[in-house]
C-alpha cells in the first residue's frame, strides 16, 4: 500500500470547523482515499472515501487534491465526541493487499471545550 | 442494535493458558478480520476469513489460530499467550474483499492482560 503522512496531533475548538490534512504523494490512478477513526477505548470507525471528485457524509467532508497527492478530512463542527486517532488509508481497488487496512500512525484530534 | 460484538470486552488470562476471544456479527458480511492492536500503536491485522478460506498474514505468529463455524461467529483462539501478546484484538467485518469500496465495520474490542 501506498503511504501516508499525517500530523502527529491537531487541537481544535468545540462547534469550529477541523481540516485534517493527509499527504499521499505516492498514490497511484486505482487507489481509493479512505479515513478512519479511534474514539478511546473504542474500535476504529469508517468515516469517508473518495477517488478523485469530493465528498460528503453525514459524519464529514473529504477534499482532494486535483493531482491526488493530498486530501483533507472536513469536520465542520467539532464536538467534544470527536476527539479521536483520525487514520487516512489508501486502498487499491485493483487487487493485491487491498482486502486490509494498514493504518498508520494517524492524527490525534483534540477537542477543546 | 450492535453489528459487530465482542466477547468479553476485558480478559485475563495467564501466561500459557490457552485463551478464546469471541467475535458475532449480524450484518451477513463475508469477510471477518481480526486485528492485533499494542499499546499506542496502530491496529496490525492478523488474519482474516472469506467465508470459509482462512487467509494468514505472512508476519502472524503461529501461536494465533482462528476459527468461523458459520457466517456470525469468528474466534480467535492464543495457543500459549506470553506477555507480548497482551493487546486489544479487534474483530471486523466487511460484505467483500474488494478494498477500494468495502468499508469495515469493527467491534469495540476486547483488552486482553496476560499475567
Known amino acids: 500500500d501506498a503511504k501516508t503522512t499525517q500530523p502527529n496531533s491537531m487541537e481544535s475548538n468545540e462547534e469550529e470547523p477541523v481540516h485534517l490534512p493527509c499527504n499521499h504523494s505516492t498514490i497511484s490512478g486505482t487507489d481509493y482515499i479512505h479515513w478512519y477513526r479511534q474514539l478511546p477505548s473504542q474500535g476504529p470507525e469508517y468515516v469517508i472515501h473518495?477517488?478523485?471528485s469530493n465528498v460528503n457524509n453525514r459524519m464529514a467532508s473529504l477534499a482532494i487534491a486535483e493531482d491526488r497527492k493530498s486530501s483533507t478530512l472536513i469536520l465542520h463542527r467539532a464536538t467534544l465526541r470527536d476527539a479521536a486517532v483520525y487514520y487516512c488509508i489508501l486502498r487499491d481497488r485493483s487487487g493485491g493487499s487491498n482486502y486490509k487496512l494498514t493504518f498508520g500512525k494517524g492524527t490525534l484530534l483534540t477537542v477543546n471545550p | 442494535d450492535a453489528m459487530v460484538i465482542q466477547n468479553p470486552r476485558y480478559q485475563v488470562t495467564q501466561f500459557g493458558k490457552p485463551v478464546t476471544l469471541s467475535c458475532s456479527q449480524t450484518l451477513n458480511h463475508n469477510v471477518m478480520y481480526w486485528y492485533q492492536q499494542k499499546s499506542s500503536q496502530a491496529p496490525k491485522l492478523l488474519f482474516h476469513y472469506y467465508d470459509k478460506d482462512f487467509n494468514n498474514e505472512a508476519d502472524t505468529p503461529d501461536n494465533f489460530q482462528s476459527r468461523r463455524p458459520n457466517t456470525s461467529f469468528c474466534f480467535l483462539d492464543i495457543r500459549s499467550p506470553g506477555l507480548g501478546d497482551a493487546a486489544m484484538y479487534l474483530c471486523?467485518?466487511?460484505?467483500?474483499?474488494?478494498?477500494?469500496?468495502?468499508?469495515?465495520?469493527f467491534g469495540p474490542g476486547t483488552r486482553l492482560t496476560v499475567t
Open positions: 473518495g477517488l478523485t
Open positions: 471486523a467485518t466487511s460484505r467483500d474483499l474488494a478494498g477500494g469500496i468495502n468499508e469495515q465495520y
